[in-house]
């Protein structure tokens, strides 16, 4: 077998919306794209870009010529020079929102975009895939029908040398509300149990400290030990898109979520980006943050002060103790100001270095994706990807495409990308990276 074989055809990290191709987004918008209602495209680009779209020229234009299909391309293809901005992502990834509840409410059709998926990552040459998606909670009925429509097809698509699995994504903010009808809909279904494996946090983690995800995850720990047969794991985004906070704030979110029970970190940029390269990305970059999580960090610094010590990061315990007096006496949501030194940059590669070692103890893998990386993530070139520093560690590792529609890349050129950069061959990489199938979800459910 080829080396980077396993790691090609094992997809553990991709957004349904974000499988679909230029070519794919024409075909089925062909005939219809003139009944569609673009509004939510239309109105976020604008507001994203700056530039008003014209999305039925568009598509008429490229359903008619080469160019015409590469300016259509411009405005669905996620590019490094879009920014890292997950709001001109989000707008450009509109466009499909539009197309999609077109096909849904107006034609009832949707398993057919939901096929057309399955059918190219087949034809890709992936054997197994673990795809998720997020509907909003404004109507249960809808969030259901949804889920369900998606799992059904994913069961259906399932056979012989190809196999996938659904990760239902819930709404950061309501956590408990959505997890609540995802028992209803396996209840409802008990079919689709097999197929539902997991459950995903994404969308924007600015401003949702994974801290207030406690309730859930102490909720769904019970009932995971309850029906073992149906237990179902979570993959969490974090320290992806970080401005809002300190280094050490995003470093820490990214432990709190595993301690919490994630299993699979989608990105953990906080923790191989490094810090100098951070906080070089934008003017004063890093800091400021909210005083609760100043407050929350100063907490977690006592209670782990010990392992972090142990890495070679100074805790100053009284210090800390009379700040935390301080800041009681502010409001949580005003900001506090630090500014990085050398040596704080250097503490925080050690606190990098403490929560990698931590994940590794806790089995915990990182979801990396080159691309989105790149193009979302904010990291400015190549050879400052933090794939190299989790590859140079222990951590368990596995490569995503996320969007590999919207980033026009699909899952192998994403490893052949990570072979062609790392320090590494292909042998000792793959040996590296291992079987990424040994962190997919539900194969440890008892029978
Ligand atoms: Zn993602």
């Not at 070679?312 to 005003?334: H, I, K, M, P, S």
């Amino acid at each position: 077998m080829k080396a980077l074989h396993p790691q090609q055809t094992c997809e553990l990290h991709v957004h349904v919306g974000g499988c679909l191709y230029t070519e794919d987004l024409l075909e089925l918008g062909r005939g219809i794209y003139a009944e569609v209602d673009w509004s939510l495209f239309v109105n976020s680009y604008e507001k994203a870009f700056g530039v008003r779209p014209d999305p039925e020229r568009l598509f008429r234009e490229g359903l008619r010529s080469e160019r015409g299909r590469e300016r259509f391309r411009e405005h669905w293809v996620y590019h490094q020079e879009d920014g890292g901005d997950f709001g001109r992502f989000q707008a450009k990834f509109d466009l499909l929102i539009c197309l999609y509840r077109y096909w849904a409410q107006n034609l009832h059709r949707e398993e057919e975009v939901l096929w057309r998926i399955a059918e190219r990552h087949r034809c890709e040459g992936l054997d197994y895939v673990e795809y998720r998606a997020m509907f909003g909670l404004d109507d249960p009925e809808r969030f259901l029908h949804f889920h369900r429509t998606n799992a059904r097809v994913f069961e259906q698509v399932s056979r012989e040398g190809f196999s996938a699995r659904y990760l239902i994504s819930l709404p950061r903010g309501a956590a408990l509300q959505g997890y609540a009808l995802v028992q209803r809909l396996l209840a409802e279904n008990p079919e689709l149990v097999p197929t539902v494996v997991g459950l995903d946090f994404c969308f924007f983690e600015e401003g949702h400290p994974p801290d207030k995800l406690r309730p859930f995850f102490a909720r769904l720990a019970a009932d995971n030990q309850r029906h073992p047969k149906q237990a179902l794991e979570v993959a969490y985004h974090v320290g992806e898109v970080f401005f809002d906070k300190s280094l050490e704030s995003a470093v820490r979110w990214c432990h709190q979520a595993a301690l919490l029970g994630a299993k699979r970190l989608g990105h953990a940029i906080a923790l191989g980006l490094d810090p100098e390269v951070a906080v070089a990305r934008r003017p004063k970059a890093h800091e400021e943050e909210p005083v609760s999580e100043r407050l929350a960090q100063i907490n977690y610094d006592l209670e782990h002060r010990k392992e972090l010590e142990a890495f070679g990061v100074e805790v100053d315990r009284r210090g800390l103790e009379r700040e935390r007096v301080a800041l009681q006496g502010q409001g949580t949501g005003e900001r506090v100001s630090l500014p990085y030194s050398p040596e704080r940059l250097e503490e925080v590669r050690r606190r990098q270095d403490y929560v990698l070692d931590q994940l590794t103890r806790l089995e915990v893998c990182i979801e990396s994706c080159p691309t989105s990386n790149m193009r979302i993530g904010g990291v400015p070139t190549p050879a400052q990807h933090p794939l190299w520093r989790f590859l140079r560690s222990e951590v368990g590792l596995a490569i995503g495409a996320d969007d590999p529609g919207v980033f026009d890349q699909p899952l192998a050129a994403e490893v052949e990308w990570v072979a062609a950069h790392a320090d590494m061959g292909r042998r000792e990489l793959a040996r590296r990276l291992g079987d990424p199938r040994r962190f997919s979800f539900g194969w440890q459910r008892p029978f």
